[in-house]
């Protein structure tokens, strides 16, 4: 996140934005918040204290811009990724996502979501 203005989101895909080791910021953004559509990955977040840190929790609410239509589309699992960037904004949740019964839940939950599209 270092030298990455983080005050708007980025621009459209091929609006010729600097690139970050070759990826544009809507890139790695992308890249990102897809992940978080994987229990196993926000387990890993958690298990590493990152979901602790209040500059990386500042990140996760500026990732809300996700959620505005013109960003969705671009999502590959929008249910799941939308729902866990929902649930990260809750204290709770990140000190509960440490518990394999919950990564397991979340995991199924997202599994059926997922079936009924």
Same mark, same amino acid.
Do not use: C, N
């Given at each position: ?23 544009? &910021?809507? #890139? !790695?953004? %992308? ?9 196993? =990955? ?19 609410? =500026?990732?809300? =811009?996700?959620? #505005?239509?013109?960003?969705? &589309? =671009? !999502? ?9 960037? #929902? %649930? ?22 997202? %599994? ?6």
């Amino acid at each position: 996140m270092e030298g990455i203005a983080l005050t708007s989101p980025p621009k459209s895909p091929a609006s010729g934005e600097p690139l970050y080791g070759g990826f544009t &910021r809507f #890139e !790695l953004e %992308l890249e990102f918040v897809t992940l978080l559509a994987s229990p196993p =990955y926000l387990s890993y977040l958690a298990t590493t204290k990152l979901l602790q840190h209040p500059t990386f929790i500042a990140y996760l609410r =500026y990732l809300l =811009y996700w959620t #505005e239509p013109r960003y969705v &589309r =671009y !999502l590959s699992y929008p249910g799941p990724t939308l729902k866990a960037l #929902e %649930l990260l904004q809750q204290e709770d949740f990140r000190r509960d996502i440490l518990r394999p019964e919950i990564v397991g839940r979340l995991a199924e939950g997202f %599994l059926e979501g997922s079936l009924k599209t």
